[in-house]
């Protein structure tokens, strides 16, 4: 057999964890043996030109709306001309979507990729889930975590999924002028920065890092607090700040492509989720070596190794996190080891060469299962 053609199909290319992650597979997949396809339901995005560069072929299926089975039969034209071996799903959306194309093209080879513990789905969506699970030959999770709610909610069998950790590029250290970066927001000389990245969504649970904020600053005044992203809870939450009088201490940076310069100025680092997947920014900031504070939930649990690399409370919990805050900043020495450790466990277990191995593996494995179907 000739190279293996793939299809990756997603919503967009925006700026995201799993469109990050699709990229860098993309980038990295082993081409003397595949040939990778990119597809987006909606739209392209910011990442879009990493694809070009790469000159990997890719398509953008302009999804209208929610209900847009339209791009269903696009799909499946684009299954049957390209000659597509795998077709490999990201996300809800493109799991129901792609998998009911593939299932009419009769497509070889369906894996579906579940990136978080979805605690927003409800019934029908789980339903779903189960249902084309059972057209589907592999379930890649990325973490234990999302393996086990996809068990015990839409009764999935584990033998049909698998773990895949995210991965990231190990990079070397960012060198900066951490003076003039400092700057840029507001802070000199020996003021804290406390930071924290992703969408402005409910699920990011920002809301209770304001609340913790207060508390804080009892302590320790000369502090800033970046809030790196966007999304629909900013006014929200940029009112919250004014209602807690914090307004001064918080700085909302809007999206930012130099965050990796920003970590090199944090002195901690926040995640205050509800839920999650393996948020890869925790991964960033590991890397970065920066202690985590973040919440002790399903995922985020298996990058943080509580009084190692970070300090992991409660959700919900601003009391809790503003202790936490309050205790690594009054403890330097604390908080360098654990940044310290914490890119030793990067390197060790979350690098983007083991997860497209893994991927690659996992591929072959079901090409040579299914061989005699192609």
Known sequence: ??????????????????????????????????????????????????????????????????????????????????NIHILHTWMFTSNSFGRMAGIVSQTPIMIASERCVDLWKNGLHLLID???????????????????????????PLDKMITIYNGIKIDDEVNIDKEKKKKEFGAIGKDNIVTTVGRLAPQKGIEYLLYAVPKILESMSKIKFLIVGEGTEKNKLKKLADKLNISRNIIFTGLRNDVNEILTITDIFVLPSIFEGLPNVIMEVMLSKKPVIATRIPGTDELVVDGETGILVPPKDAESLASAIINVLKNPAKAKEMGINGRKRVEKYFSIDKTVRKTEELYETLIRTKIKQL
């Open 130 to 156: 189960k249902t084309l699970a059972n057209f589907t030959d592999k379930i890649i999770c990325v973490s234990e975590a999302v393996k086990n709610f996809y068990h015990n909610d839409a009764y999935i």
């Open 1 to 82: 057999m000739d190279k293996i053609n793939i299809l990756y199909l997603i919503a967009t290319l925006d700026i995201g964890g799993a469109e990050r992650q699709l990229v860098e597979l993309v980038k990295r997949i082993d081409k003397k043996k595949f040939n990778p396809i990119v597809c987006c339901l909606t739209r392209g995005g910011p990442l879009e030109q990493e694809l070009k560069e790469t000159r990997v072929e890719y398509f953008i299926l302009g999804k209208k709306f929610k209900f847009d089975f339209s791009v269903i039969f696009k799909l499946i034209s684009i299954l049957k001309q390209k």
